[in-house]
C-alpha cells in the first residue's frame, strides 16, 4: 500500500472524521426510551437524567495504529440485536436471532430470549414490536448457519409448511446423517460451497473427495424413499426457483 493510500494513523496521526468519509455508512437511528422524543432525550442526556445504555469493549490494536483507544464504548448486544431486528426483514432477523441464540458469536456468553426482555419498551411503535415478535416466534438455534436461517425463512414466505431441522436418519451402511432440513418424504440440505472449496483447510479433505463423500450420502438419503432437494445460495437470491424446486418435490404447502 503506498503511504498516501495508508490509513491516517499508520501515517503517524489519529484517525479523524474526514478519514471515514470514503467509508459507505448507513446510520442506524438509536431506541428511545418509552414516552421520549429524541429532543427530550438529548436534554434528558445532557441533564444526566438518562444515561444511553452501553457496554465497554476491547480492542485488538494493531502496533501500527496510532491514537486508536484499546477500550470503546458500545451498546449492549441484547439492546443492539433487539434495535436491529426491529428493523429487518424476516430473513435478516432470522439470520441473526438463530446465530445470536446459537451462541455464534463473539461474547461473553449465549444470549437467551429472555435477555432481551428489559429492552422491549425501547420498541415505541406496533410496527417495531410486531417485526419483533414475528422474529423471536420464529427464531430457531437449531439452524447451523446463516444459509440455513435465510433459506428457512424463505420457505416460510412462499407459503411451505415449516421443515424440520437437523432431523436424523440412518442409512442403509449404519451411517447416522443430519438432513438440514425435512418434511414426510422430503429433505432438503443447503450447499453453501464453502465446505467444498475449503474443506481442506477446514477438514483435511479434499475437494473431490467432500463431494463424492456427499454424493454417497445423498444416495444413502434416496435408497430410504426420500426426495432429496439441493439448496443454494442463487435460490435464496431468486425465490421464484426455489418455489418451484420444493413444489416438484411435493413440499406440503401451508394452510
Do not use: C, N
Amino acid at each position: 500500500m503506498a503511504d498516501h493510500q495508508a490509513p491516517a494513523a499508520a501515517r503517524g496521526r489519529p484517525l479523524g472524521g474526514r478519514d471515514l468519509q470514503p467509508i459507505p455508512l448507513r446510520r442506524l437511528g438509536a431506541a428511545l426510551p418509552e414516552g421520549a422524543g429524541r429532543e427530550d432525550l438529548q436534554l434528558r442526556i445532557r441533564a444526566g437524567e438518562y444515561a444511553v445504555p452501553q457496554d465497554s469493549l476491547g480492542l485488538v490494536v494493531h502496533p501500527w495504529l496510532r491514537g486508536v483507544p484499546e477500550r470503546v464504548d458500545v451498546e449492549p448486544l441484547a439492546f443492539s440485536v433487539l434495535d436491529t431486528v426491529a428493523e429487518s426483514s424476516l430473513a435478516e432477523a432470522a439470520v441473526i436471532l438463530d446465530a445470536v441464540l446459537a451462541g455464534r458469536i463473539t461474547s461473553e456468553r449465549t444470549l437467551a430470549l429472555d435477555d432481551f426482555v428489559e429492552w422491549e419498551p425501547y420498541l415505541r411503535t406496533h410496527r417495531r414490536r410486531a417485526r419483533w415478535a414475528r422474529a423471536v416466534e420464529f427464531a430457531d438455534p437449531a439452524a447451523e448457519s446463516p444459509g440455513e436461517s435465510a433459506v428457512r425463512a424463505l420457505i416460510r414466505e412462499l407459503g411451505f409448511h415449516a421443515p424440520e431441522l437437523q432431523r436424523e436418519f440412518v442409512l442403509p451402511d449404519g451411517r447416522r446423517v443430519r438432513a438440514d432440513f425435512a418434511w414426510e418424504g422430503v429433505v432438503a440440505e443447503f450447499d453453501g460451497m464453502v465446505k467444498y472449496r475449503r474443506s481442506q483447510e477446514l477438514s483435511g479433505v479434499s475437494p473431490v473427495d467432500a463431494l463424492e463423500a456427499e454424493k454417497h450420502r445423498e444416495d444413502g438419503l434416496r435408497a430410504l424413499g426420500l426426495v432429496v432437494v439441493r439448496i443454494i445460495w442463487d435460490d435464496i437470491l431468486r425465490p421464484e426457483r426455489l418455489r418451484r424446486k420444493l413444489l416438484q418435490a411435493g413440499v406440503p404447502r401451508a394452510r
